[in-house]
């Protein structure tokens, strides 16, 4: 069983940074997609960037620009570089991984909060 741990959170102040990791078990080149989603209270959860085995990457428009996604295969670990922290950025964030080894479903890691304080 896959095991997605993410960790990094935390509470700034906007317009400051944070870098959240998600630890992989296992190989996650053995996964083709990587994502990080996130998930405000009282909101469903939205899809924040991706990046492929290939490093391909894509990010949602909100926080295009701002935050980086990026992945570590030596370490199995994903990352999001998050600058310029706004307070409508504050939510859950989640990694999970998908591809032909998942059956093309999301394996979701527990989720870390972030806080942007004004």
């Known amino acids: 069983q896959v095991q997605l741990v993410e960790s990094g959170g935390g509470l700034v102040q906007a317009g400051g940074s944070l870098t959240l990791s998600c630890a992989v078990s296992g190989s996650i080149l053995s996964f083709d997609v990587m994502t990080w989603h996130r998930q405000a209270p009282g909101k469903q959860r939205e899809l924040v960037a991706t990046i492929t085995s290939g490093e391909s990457e894509n990010y949602a428009d909100s926080v295009k620009g701002r935050f980086t996604i990026s992945r570590d295969n030596a370490k199995n670990t994903l990352y999001l570089k998050m600058n310029s922290l706004k307070p409508e950025d504050t939510a859950v964030y989640y990694c999970?991984?998908?591809?032909?080894?998942?059956?093309?479903?999301?394996?979701w890691g527990q989720g870390t909060q972030v806080t942007v304080s004004s």
């Open positions: 999970a991984a998908i591809g032909t080894t998942t059956g093309w479903r999301y394996y």
